[in-house]
Structures are given as structure tokens and as C-alpha cells.
């Protein structure tokens, strides 16, 4: 059984808004299960809202543990939820300890499930606003391979733009033929999200 966490406990003052404050509620944000601005053990999740530690935890053990949990604002299936630096800090103490492990638990079930395009549209907003904030934290830049799959990505996306060979020429197709520049647009970022993704998977899943 999980030990309760005590929801008296002060948490430490939050450090002051940077170019790493998407790890950390934004001020005024409220618990999406219990509505409490006081936030313990902060997680956001892939739908951008976040969760007091237990309270997500808890929610998911009194549904089924089979399958996601889905978010109580908009319903859609939590598959990752990602610690604020102040969770991450405290993780090592007696009572936040059972939480993270749950948590990371849950991630490392549900990270994989398949989504669907639409789904994938939609956690977007929460993968890119924290990819960026990380390329612009000093105090901890991404891993070497993700930048080096990064400046590939575009680097191969700005050769086919700048090529003077298109798939649907514009010359002939007027504005239609911007669709495939888009389309490998679109591809190249796909394949960063996904790498993106990759490495949060991998930080906080077990």
C-alpha cells in the first residue's frame, strides 16, 4: 500500500521564473484532481495539466491499473507525467519517495501505448514548450545524440526546401505544390518530438 504523503508539509519556496520555468507550476495553477492551488509533488502531464503527486497516484489506483488514467479537466489518457524540479529534488525523502516510484511505475507502463494522430496533436503544446525551455536552461542543456538528431532533422528538412528537385513542382501546381515542403516539414518534426520524448520516457520511467 502506498504511504499517504502528508499534504501539511510546506513545500520549498519555488525558484524564481527562468528559461526553465515550465518545470515548475505556473503560479496560480490548481491540482486537476483535488482543485488545491498548494500543489505537492507537482507532476505535469502530457495534457499540460498538473497533479499533486498522490492525487494522480491515487486515481490511478482506484481505477483500473490495466490502462491510463484520463485527465479529470479534459479526459484525455495520461500516458507520461514528468516531476517538477522541486519533486525531483525531494525524490530521496521518506515520504515523497513511494510517490515518485509509483509515478515512474506508471510512466514506464503507459509511455508506450500507442497513440493516435489526434492525440499526438494534442500533447504537443506540452512537448514543445518543454523541449524549448530546455534548450534555453544553461543549467542542464539535452543530451548530445538528441541535439545531434536535432540539427539533423533540419539540416535535411532545409536541403530539400532549398533543392531545387520537388515532388510537386510549384511551377506547375502553384500553391499545391508547397504540400510536400510542408509534408517534410512535418516529418522532420515528428521525428524530434519523438526523440524528445524518447528522453523524458527514459528520465522518468522504469
Not at 495553477?29 to 498538473?50: E, K, L, M, Y
Not at 515542403?181 to 522504469?206: E, G, K, N
Request: charged residues 20%.
Amino acid at each position: 500500500m502506498l504511504p499517504e504523503v502528508s499534504r501539511g508539509r510546506r513545500r520549498p519556496e519555488m525558484a524564481p521564473a527562468s528559461a526553465s520555468a515550465s518545470v515548475a507550476p505556473p503560479v496560480g495553477a490548481r491540482c486537476a484532481v483535488c482543485r488545491g492551488v498548494d500543489i505537492s509533488v507537482p507532476h505535469q502531464a502530457n495534457c499540460s495539466h498538473w497533479f499533486c503527486g498522490h492525487c494522480i497516484v491515487g486515481v490511478w489506483l482506484q481505477g483500473s491499473v490495466l490502462r491510463p488514467s484520463n485527465c479529470p479537466v479534459c479526459r484525455r489518457p495520461i500516458t507520461l507525467l514528468v516531476p517538477s524540479e522541486v519533486a525531483s529534488l525531494l525524490r530521496d525523502e521518506p515520504e515523497i519517495a513511494p510517490v515518485m516510484n509509483r509515478i515512474e511505475q506508471y510512466n514506464g507502463r503507459f509511455a508506450g501505448v500507442p497513440h493516435s494522430m489526434i492525440q499526438w496533436l494534442l500533447d504537443q503544446p506540452f512537448y514543445m514548450r518543454r523541449m524549448l525551455a530546455e534548450f534555453r536552461d544553461t543549467r542542464q542543456e539535452p543530451p548530445s545524440s538528441f541535439k545531434i538528431q536535432v540539427a539533423l532533422a533540419a539540416t535535411l528538412a532545409l536541403v530539400y526546401l532549398a533543392s531545387p528537385i520537388d515532388l510537386f513542382p510549384e511551377a506547375f501546381l502553384g500553391y499545391r505544390g508547397l504540400l510536400d515542403d510542408i509534408l517534410v516539414l512535418i516529418v522532420a518534426y515528428a521525428f524530434i518530438s519523438a526523440a524528445y520524448r524518447d528522453i523524458l520516457v527514459a528520465r522518468h520511467a522504469v
